[in-house]
């Protein structure tokens, strides 16, 4: 990659580059003037109470771009969409005609993204209505009749599609993925507000850990750039037969990247961990003496500052980065398409050894990168604990992101200077 500080000034230099900047500082003005919308009937105040107080909520609030704590128009964010995309994605690898369809190129690419259009329709109305039903049992929103409440639900759920409007012509029009960019502008958002009151709150005494705080949230950030570049590129060749029966080849690589699931193995290991503590907060005050105390006894045993949380957070993302790696990536599929057209891995034979070859290969590098995955899971937490830290939050999934929608953008805007670089010599 060019240096930063060159790519940084072609973004000035270049008016293509510069004009699809400003429209993606357009795009994120108007996602954040949206995201502090807040739709009538709810108690603010109570309202940061509970975010305060359920982390599933807060996980939530993350992938709505910050939005959700507010009661925005734009509560939901793009959660609907994502979790559209992912049980697609699922289901691609259990149905042989989406798995078909996802190997037409773009037109299978376009096919399946109208499909999760379409199931994130009903999928943000559900939401919708259970982000209500959860904010009225806590008294932060008032109870509703039918039309009124439905008016709500297609409320949230057309803000929800409002900003994966935004998103697209963010994508077609702007630098970088524009739903990546929305939820990275979200995420980010937040932090200048938890740094001012950590700064603030901050005494002599504490600075010490402060500075360790901060350097090891540093050190994080570092190690997930270097992962989420790392990858294992095996040497592919082709056999092309020439004229006169010679035989000649070229060659190429397949590369196999250190985290091949991304952020995705985090927000399911969230989402699960996390729902038996929400649920048991609605059983502590029962009559019934035994469900009090079974509900008091898991809110004690998940305590996110604990060690059977820790330690089972730690595991379900590992867990998790192998399931994902194991349904995205097919082996059997990469070793048949390098068949078909001619190509193999030298010293390898094709077909199943070709597989067995791939499964070890890829076995070993997700074992490293779930254990990393892992630790950015978990060592926010760690840190906050072990520094007393606790007003400023670096969780793992915002850090991938962040990360990735950095690398990903400086990739397109340095792809959009080589591609004016080939131009001008044309």
Do not use: C
């Not at 670096?394 to 080939?422: F, N």
């Amino acid at each position: 990659m060019k240096n930063l500080k060159s790519v940084l000034k072609s973004i000035f230099r270049e008016k293509d580059i510069r004009r699809r900047v400003f429209f993606a500082i357009g795009v994120i003005t108007i996602f954040r003037f949206l995201a502090h919308l807040p739709l009538p009937g709810v108690d603010a105040a109570a309202l940061k109470r509970l975010f305060a107080s359920n982390a599933l909520l807060g996980l939530l609030n993350v992938f709505s771009g910050g939005g959700m704590e507010n009661f925005s128009v734009v509560s939901l964010g793009l959660n609907p969409y994502i979790n559209a995309s992912i049980v697609l994605q699922v289901l691609t690898f259990g149905f042989p005609r989406l798995k078909e369809l996802s190997q037409e190129g773009e037109y299978g690419r376009t096919r399946i993204n109208q499909y999760t259009r379409l199931l994130a329709v009903p999928l943000a109305l559900f939401q919708g209505y259970g982000l209500y039903f959860l904010l009225s049992k806590q008294g932060v929103v008032a109870t509703l009749s039918f039309l009124p409440l439905i008016g709500l639900v297609m409320s949230l759920a057309a803000g929800s599609f409002l900003l994966l409007w935004l998103g697209e012509l963010l994508t077609e029009r702007g630098i970088g993925n524009g739903i990546s960019v929305l939820i990275f502008a979200g995420i980010v958002a937040g932090y200048p507000l938890s740094l001012g009151r950590t700064l603030a709150v901050s005494s002599t005494e504490k600075l010490g850990g402060l500075i360790l705080f901060f350097a090891m949230a540093v050190a994080l950030v570092a190690g997930v750039v270097v992962v989420n570049e790392a990858a294992r590129k095996i040497r592919i060749e082709y056999a092309l037969r020439g004229g006169g029966g010679r035989s000649y080849g070229r060659q190429s690589h397949l590369p196999l990247r250190l985290n091949q699931a991304g952020v995705v193995p985090i927000f399911f290991a969230t989402s699960l961990i996390l729902l038996p503590p929400t649920f048991a907060r609605y059983f502590v005050d029962l009559a019934n003496p035994l469900v009090s105390r079974l509900a008091s006894g898991i809110l004690a045993l998940f305590n996110t500052q604990g060690a059977f949380y820790t330690g089972l957070y730690f595991l379900m993302v590992v867990l998790f980065s192998f399931f994902y790696t194991a349904v995205m990536f097919n082996t059997e599929d990469i070793a048949e398409n390098l068949q078909k057209r001619g190509a193999f891995i030298p010293g390898v034979r094709p077909g199943k050894a070709t597989v067995a070859y791939l499964n070890r290969v890829l076995t070993r590098i997700t074992f490293s990168g779930a254990i990393f995955l892992g630790l950015v899971a978990v060592l926010p937490s760690l840190a906050s604990g072990a520094t007393g830290v606790t007003t400023f939050t670096l969780g793992g999934a915002g850090i991938l992101i962040i990360v990735s929608v950095i690398l990903e953008t400086l990739r397109q805007i340095e792809a959009h200077l080589v591609t004016r670089d080939y131009e001008g010599y044309l």
